[in-house]
């Protein structure tokens, strides 16, 4: 708990001299031994070993665990508390408390009984014992996990620190788990300890007895034949991948690689044709090879969207266009507007640049804007000859970029090519009215 | 004079093709397909320009470049190569390769990259000066505490950015364009490719630094 933590330092401060305190954070069971050994400055783990000896040997350990169970507060425990809030809580938990200290306080007076000779079965005093004591352990840990929040609230309350009301689990959970783990031992040890004081586990014992020595014999003897067929099965398994993978090649080549050389073969007289088809299947078979998605199942993204663009071009056209991309980004209504402009571009410089030299499409991307240029090596062309008319470079072009608050810039000059150059500010670059 | 040109490539239809496309632009003096002809044949000819296949059995570009060492010291190599990948490409460039080109450029663009190489200039492709940016991209790592290591070879000038967009958007051969357009000499381009090559081959960004590990180049 931290709230202890921050509680203790106080503590400390004010009591030179450490009471004994429950440390129920660092404790196995309700951490009486490890509250001890902090006030005695040892290691808890001889108290452990202490208590669990003098339990073994006559029960005392037992008792005296359950005494100081009852006696010692918890270390976040305020001897005498303030606030009336935190009343209630600390009045349940005390109450569970008590309940567990009357039942060690009985086994206490049991064990008198007996050692002045009054007649009690061990037969039923020993498991009954265990059995209310595993019993209380789980009970508690059931009961507890309501009473957490009220108690970090009062944990929070004495260390005067307002961000341990927000601890969600005030209780580390080796603890718990440890608590569980001890009640039902317990309970279990109590029923086994009733079956073999009735004389009932005898029989049972022959019985699992037979059991086991059968299955150890079945073991020993089936162990090599089992060892064999995990083996061939792993090594069966792994041919059968060797060769699913051998098969899904073969597919893969039938279906693309040869099938555009055949097609090749056919349009061997339209060396642009033979250009594209090659060109297409070079980029299928690079992007099957590194592994990726033919195509991307997420978000659209602009150097996804430009290469997307620029294969359809390519198999519509008979042209070659590459694209280089630096950066990346998401893209928006206004990113969408900007790819389509760009697949305008690359549309023109194809119709317009022939087949003399690849359309090279360059996108940057950083946090201020998008950028994109589609440059080819045609005739090139002069933009203010462009007709009116003529909807592709204006319309689709600049309009669209200034309709979503970018900005489209053609530069031409015959014989040098023609790049476009899209612009597309970022934060605040228009809404795309 | 025109270069004296060894092509190394392990595919024999491609060495054909690019010596019939160089023909009478430069002087192919040799071909090999081994990495062991190669150093063998360049250690004899002592080729002006070593136009070399990245990929190869038993190595490839990167073993031949590591094996010659001094043993050609007039030899430039230029890498060719079908790989975009960037690992291959900054890994042949961080090894001394003076420029890279992917096996789809023209003959004539592939006679003018010789020429550069040969001329002491580096040649860089649009995707390999995509790579470039990318990888430059952001601020520079921190600067190792060892060593007064040159902390300029971690950033990219703005100068040499502008010139490397210039040759990603498809300027790559055209450095006279470049110089037009950012009115600045074709001799200043080529002097800002150049550096952008040493960075390449120097700057210890943990982009190259990686890519070059991948082709296990930094032992």
């Known amino acids: 708990m931290i709230s202890d933590m921050a509680a203790t330092p106080q503590q400390r401060a004010l009591t030179p001299l450490r009471e004994l305190r429950r440390d129920p954070s660092n404790g196995m069971v309700a951490g009486v031994c490890a509250g001890l050994a902090k006030s005695l400055q040892i290691d808890p783990l001889l108290l452990r070993i202490a208590f669990g000896a003098s339990t073994l040997a006559s029960g005392v350990g037992f008792a005296v665990y359950g005494l100081a169970w009852i006696l010692m507060p918890a270390e976040d425990e305020d001897v005498a508390p303030a606030v009336a809030a935190a009343r209630t ?22 064990l008198a009984f007996r050692e002045l000779g009054l007649p009690f079965s061990d037969v039923l005093t020993w498991p009954l014992v265990l059995v209310a004591a595993g019993g209380a352990l789980i009970w508690r840990q059931s009961i507890d996990v309501p009473g957490r929040g009220a108690r970090a609230v009062r944990g929070g309350a004495i260390a005067g620190s307002a961000t341990a009301t927000d601890l969600p689990d005030s209780e580390s959970r080796p603890a718990v788990i440890s608590r569980i783990g001890i009640g039902v031992t317990l309970v279990v040890a109590a029923a086994l300890v009733f079956l073999q004081l009735t004389g009932a586990l005898a029989a049972a014992t022959d019985v699992a007895l037979v059991a086991v020595v059968v299955a150890v014999a079945l073991a020993v003897i089936f162990a090599p034949w089992f060892v064999r067929l995990l083996t061939s099965l792993s090594i069966e398994r792994a041919q059968r991948i060797r060769s699913q993978e051998r098969a899904e090649v073969a597919a893969h080549l039938h279906d693309s690689v040869l099938q ?174 | 004079m025109s270069a004296r040109v060894v092509l190394v490539d392990d595919h024999e239809l491609f060495r054909a093709g690019v010596r019939a496309e160089l023909d009478g632009l430069v002087d192919v003096v040799g ?189």
């Open chain 1, 89 to 110: 809580a600390s009045q349940r938990r005390a109450a569970v408390e008590v309940g567990a200290g009357v039942g060690f306080l009985l086994v206490a007076l049991l």
């Open chain 1, 260 to 433: 555009t050389l055949a097609l090749m073969q056919k349009r061997a007289d339209d060396p642009r044709a033979v250009a594209a088809l090659a060109r297409r299947q070079e980029r299928e078979l690079r992007t099957w090879l590194s592994g990726a998605p033919a195509r991307d199942e997420g978000e659209p993204r602009l150097a996804a969207a430009l290469q997307a663009a620029a294969e359809e071009i390519e198999r519509e056209h008979s042209v070659v266009v590459d694209v280089v991309a630096v950066g990346d980004a998401p893209l928006d209504r206004d990113g969408e507007a900007l790819v389509a402009a760009a697949r305008e571009a690359m549309l023109n410089a194809a119709k317009f640049a022939g087949d003399s030299a690849p359309v090279a499409v360059y996108a940057e991307a950083n946090h201020e804007r998008l950028h994109v240029f589609v440059r080819d090596r045609g005739p090139g062309f002069d933009p203010d000859a462009i007709p009116a008319d003529r909807r592709g470079v204006r319309e689709s072009i600049v309009g669209r970029m200034e309709r979503h608050g970018g900005r489209a810039a053609i530069q031409a000059s015959p014989g040098g090519g023609t790049e476009v150059e899209l612009v597309l500010e970022r934060d605040g670059g228009g809404d795309g009215a």
């Open chain 2, 31 to 219: 071909d090999a397909a081994t990495v062991d002809a190669a150093v063998a044949l360049i250690c004899v000819e002592q080729p002006d320009v070593v136009l070399l296949d990245v990929h190869m059995p038993d190595g490839g570009g990167l073993e031949v470049i590591r094996r010659i060492a001094g043993d050609a010291p007039a030899a430039r190599f230029l890498a060719l190569s079908v790989s975009d990948a960037a690992e291959d490409v900054i890994a042949v460039i961080r090894a001394g390769a003076r420029g890279y080109v992917t096996k789809t450029i023209s003959g004539a663009d592939l006679a003018d990259a010789v020429r550069r190489v040969h001329e002491g200039d580096a040649v860089f492709s649009p995707r390999l000066a995509g790579f470039v940016l990318d990888a430059f991209a952001g601020a520079p790592p921190a600067p190792p505490t060892a060593g007064d290591r040159d902390a300029d070879l971690d950033q990219l000038t703005p100068r040499e950015r502008e010139v490397l967009q210039h040759i990603a958007r498809g300027y790559s051969y055209m450095y006279k364009e470049i110089a037009q357009r950012l009115g600045i000499s074709a001799k200043t381009v080529e002097a800002h490719v150049s550096a952008v090559l040493r960075k390449l081959q120097l700057s210890s960004r943990h982009e190259l630094s990686r890519w070059a590990v991948e082709r296990r180049m930094l032992g």
